[in-house]
């Protein structure tokens, strides 16, 4: 679903259907004449105004059915969650804090569809993209849910019972691990506005920005605060600088986890090395998408190895918390 999120995203076909129908939106355009009206619909709006005033049909088709196998994927997988719960709720299977959470899980979905249709809207006011910090709020949903699924399905696993002093030994590793979330949300959501802002097409050398370590017209927007948010050239540099961060905390978290006073265990040593070959192979391909100006299937290995990477953190992350806690 990320995946193909990022694709359309890439592809620029995340405004080709410029209505929400969350049913009669199932079925795409039958014939020619349908076509013509979904297209004639496109028109109406500024990215085929300013960007696409020769856009032929078959042109529009292709983007078309990225942006509906996006809706379409993300109605599957609202049947996928639906039917079994429903099932598992008639029957009894499903109480206390499972279904509260599973509850969270359905309405963040619901969340999610509103959350996209509103990213959408904001490209067909008077502007032909979408609003950055929308395409951010509705990536970050994304691996809320994802992390709640993940964090979900681990507390149903069975763990082995810990050593007793495993809480006093998992502090520094469990505070370490918490730091790298932080950073790791922070270059996520700045990935989506590099993706937002096509900021990625600018500045296309590594390490130097346009010959230097800070690029030129940093703080040119006002208030200054702005700059953060909307200046391609700070948002870049800030999703280049976070990657240092993060390899150096998880430098930190392998040096920790195999430091033998810390008697971590295997578990937490083979996590902390793949948490740290996850940080070299994404900071990797992220070079290689800015250095090669963006090829679709790069940019979209970038992203899905994000969620890779967060998955490595968030399993990590839960293993740690679990030995902490039961002791």
């Keep these: 679903m990320l995946v193909v999120g990022g694709i359309t995203r890439l592809t620029q076909s995340g405004l080709s259907i410029v209505e929400w129908a969350p049913l009669m939106g199932v079925v795409p355009p039958v014939g020619e004449a349908q076509w013509q009206e979904a297209f004639d619909a496109y028109k109406r709006y500024p990215e085929y105004q300013q960007l696409r005033p020769t856009m032929t049909l078959a042109e529009y088709r292709f983007i078309y059915y990225w942006e509906y196998a996006h809706r379409l994927l993300a109605r599957a997988i609202g049947v996928v969650f639906l039917v079994p719960f429903l099932a598992f709720l008639a029957r009894g299977y499903l109480r206390g804090p499972l279904l509260r959470r599973l509850l969270l899980l359905f309405g963040l979905g619901a969340l999610q569809g509103l959350m996209g249709w509103l990213m959408v809207a904001s490209g067909l006011v008077d502007r032909p993209s979408v609003a950055h910090e929308r395409l951010a709020a509705h990536l970050l949903l994304a691996f809320t849910i994802f992390a709640v699924c993940l964090w979900t399905a681990a507390d149903l696993w069975p763990t082995p019972a810990p050593d007793e002093g495993a ?30 802002l ?19 017209a940093a703080w040119r927007l006002d208030p200054p605060l702005r700059n953060l948010l909307d200046n391609i050239a700070t948002v870049q540099w800030i999703h280049r600088t976070v990657p240092l961060l993060l390899l150096l905390v998880a430098a930190l978290l392998v040096a920790g ?16 090395v793949a948490l740290l070959a996850g940080v070299l192979v994404q900071a990797t391909l992220g070079i290689l998408t800015l250095v090669t100006f963006v090829p679709l299937w790069l940019a979209a290995l970038h ?11 968030l399993a990590w992350l839960h293993v740690a918390t679990r030995a902490r806690l039961a002791v």
């Design 167 to 196: 809480r006093r030994r998992l502090r520094r590793l469990h505070a370490g691990l918490v730091t790298f979330g932080a950073l790791l949300v922070l270059q996520v959501t700045y990935g989506a506005f590099v993706a937002g």
């Design 198 to 216: 096509d900021a990625g097409r600018a500045f296309n050398t590594w390490p130097l920005m346009a010959g230097g370590w800070w690029p030129p």
């Design 257 to 272: 986890a195999w430091r033998p006073a810390a008697r971590a265990g295997g578990p937490h040593r083979a996590w902390s």
């Design 303 to 313: 992203q899905a190895v994000a969620l890779l990477l967060f998955g490595v953190w």
